[in-house]
């Protein structure tokens, strides 16, 4: 499994002269917690940052900011961390705790945008894979005890529990 088959691929993107309120808008509507935020003319669209409803809460809330007037392109840095789509589990991590961020853009082949992939998308798709290994080791106990016979009941016997005096 790679981070192509896990990542999310409609991505929601604003331009960078949005409002947060906007933002705020589409990610209600689309139920997500980040937009990617663009900036360029149609055909010539480039990414520069991704802002998430902790983004918003933290730095524009928290400060007071107007959410109708202030462009969400004031509270993105610019750098954005991105992985191919054959990029595995493990690099995505290991991407993901070297830039300290929650979310990658995953890269076609050809460097397009493929989609985006979040802690949570990793989250449950880990969870999938240790649910998988919980079951098939249910079943390899099941099959285990389907082929051998029962023992014969041993009785336990008496033990006798030994006590230290306390010093």
């Given at each position: 499994m ?24 589409l ?31 933290v730095?524009a ?11 969400i ?10 992985v ?6 493990d690099?995505?991590v ?16 050809s ?22 290994l ?6 390899g106990i099941?099959?285990?005890s389907?082929?051998r ?13 030994l006590?230290y005096?306390s010093?």
């Open positions: 790679n981070i192509g088959d896990i990542c999310t691929r409609e991505v929601v993107m604003a331009d960078r002269g949005s409002s947060l309120q906007q933002a705020a808008a990610m209600r509507e689309h139920h997500v917690g980040s937009v990617l935020v663009v900036a360029g003319s149609p055909g010539a669209t480039q990414a520069v940052g991704i802002l998430t409803d902790r983004d918003m809460v730095d809330v928290a400060r007071g900011l107007d959410v109708a007037q202030t462009e392109g004031r509270l993105t840095d610019g750098k954005l961390a991105c191919p789509a054959t990029t595995s589990i690099d995505a290991a991407t993901m705790k070297e830039q300290g961020v929650r979310r990658l853009l995953v890269a076609s082949d460097g397009e945008l493929y989609g985006i992939v979040s802690l949570d998308d990793l989250l449950g798709a880990l969870a999938h894979e240790v649910s998988d919980a079951y098939a080791m249910r079943r099941e099959r285990e389907g082929r016979p029962p023992l014969p009941r041993v009785e336990p016997q008496a033990i006798r529990i006590q005096p010093a």
